[in-house]
């Protein structure tokens, strides 16, 4: 049996009222949603603002101290097309920043629960109290163009990856065609934003050269009005001495880039397989050669998304708590100590504040309580066990950690004085103790 997982918390604003949840409400991954579900980005959202800073602030002090006096240097119609152009290609470029950052990068949906395991019967009977053993492998293997390739299983999304998928651990996603987390963006890069992502860093690389050759074109200008130096003419336009420098280190970051996206789309990797895997090693299943390549990645038409963030959900129903017994696990139970897909058998712990439930011992919320008297008057047997209990609260020798029944089974005795006790509880009856003495002794 698969234990059922935990509700999501769903949106603060919709506690209180009945009605479904839209799925963007109960989503369990740890993207923040905008607009109702209609935007998705990753936690770092954050540094999306920043991005969007290194890319305006240099751009207005163009426009406002370069790109406005070159208008009065030219013909009215070209100085104006250097500001024009400018505010397009910013205004462009932001463009497909919001369209990296703002839609799904291919998130596969998750599974509610663990694929059957391989060789399970769910006729066979098992027994009594036992848990049928879960045999999930790890890594299967599938065929891709004739060469062999390895899949995994996802323990968080509860699924074998396609190919080419892996799970973010940022975002806590599986994405289809996983090429990295870009923190700029705040965003994963995958099937469905990859064409985005690289046209939005070759625009940022073009918006970088085109302000370094305007800078010194301005520059320029001033050495041949004023018949001066290089050196006199930047001291009289600092903002383009600044600007250049700017633009120069950022053409380095973007530009190199988008020449190592360049190499990648012409081989057809990804980041996360050209460092993982290494394909110059051994033969790329995903190669079509150079055309078909960036045929696939510019010319392709973008699958929509597995996911309507908009779509409504019930609510989860609360959890009820379940026998131990009968391989099921409560709500307050813990978590798992062992892998499932290693095939092995689900070791749970965290119990309780005493530890694992033992033979001869009740639960917490069950445990008796014998006063002093009473105890004296206790048969050797239960005198031990009770007081075992209550110092240590597990069995040194007789724990079940790694019992293969799954049955919880109390001795007798002890079973008889916790019933005797809640009787004499309910009723109040002052004589409880000697007739448990009396009913101990004949036992």
Not at 26 to 49: C, E, Y
Not at 254 to 271: E, K, P, R
Not at 276 to 292: E, I, S
Not at 363 to 368: A, E, K, S, V
């Amino acid at each position: 049996m698969y234990v059922v997982p935990p509700p999501q918390r769903s949106d603060p604003r919709s506690e209180g009222r009945s009605g479904d949840l839209r799925v963007y409400q109960t989503w369990k991954g740890s993207n923040i949603f905008f607009l109702q579900g209609r935007l998705i980005f990753g936690p770092d959202v954050r540094s999306l603002g920043l991005t969007i800073f290194l890319i305006v602030a240099p751009i207005s002090v163009f426009c406002v101290f370069v790109a406005r006096k070159l208008m009065d240097d030219y013909p009215h119609h070209l100085g104006i097309s250097i500001m024009v152009v400018a505010v397009t290609f910013t205004v462009y470029d932001l463009l497909l920043l919001l369209l990296t950052s703002g839609r799904d990068p291919g998130i596969i949906p998750r599974n509610a629960h663990p694929p059957e395991p391989e060789g399970f019967d769910g006729n066979a009977d098992v027994g009594a109290g036992q848990t049928p053993q879960l045999r999930l492998p790890r890594i299967k293997e599938v065929e891709v163009n004739g060469i062999t390739v390895k899949i995994k299983y996802c323990d968080t999304c509860m699924l074998y990856r396609p190919p080419r998928c892996s799970h973010c651990s940022i975002c806590n996603n599986c994405v289809e065609r996983f090429d990295h987390h870009c923190p700029w963006v705040g965003q994963c890069i995958g099937l469905r934003n990859y064409r985005f992502f690289f046209m939005f860093v070759f625009s940022t690389t073009l918006l970088c050269i085109y302000v370094f050759a305007f800078c010194w074109v301005y520059i320029r200008r001033i050495m041949d009005a004023e018949y001066t130096t290089i050196w006199k003419a930047m001291i009289k336009t600092p903002a383009s001495i600044v600007l250049i420098i700017y633009t120069f280190i950022a053409m380095w970051f973007v530009g190199g880039l988008t020449a190592f996206h360049l190499y990648l789309i012409s081989t057809n990797q990804t980041t996360y397989e050209n460092f993982r895997y290494r394909y110059d090693r051994r033969a790329n299943p995903y190669n079509k050669g150079v055309v078909d390549n960036f045929k696939e990645i510019f010319c392709s038409s973008i699958l929509p998304s597995k996911n309507n963030f908009r779509a409504m959900v019930p609510r989860e129903p609360a959890l009820p708590t379940r026998s131990v017994g009968g391989g099921f696990m409560s709500p307050n139970m813990g978590k798992a100590g062992d892998d499932i897909e290693m095939g092995r058998k689900t070791v749970w712990g965290d119990v309780g504040p005493g530890g694992d439930l033992t033979e001869g011992q009740l639960p917490n919320n069950d445990r008796i309580n014998v006063k002093d008297g009473e105890l004296a008057e206790l048969s050797p047997d239960i005198r031990t066990t009770v007081e075992d209990g209550d110092r240590v609260g597990i069995h040194p020798r007789r724990s079940s950690w790694g019992r293969k029944s799954g049955s919880w089974d109390m001795s007798p005795e002890l079973t008889a004085l916790a019933a005797r006790i809640e009787s004499n509880r309910a009723g109040g009856s002052g004589t409880s103790s000697s007739n448990l003495t009396t009913e101990n002794r004949q036992t």
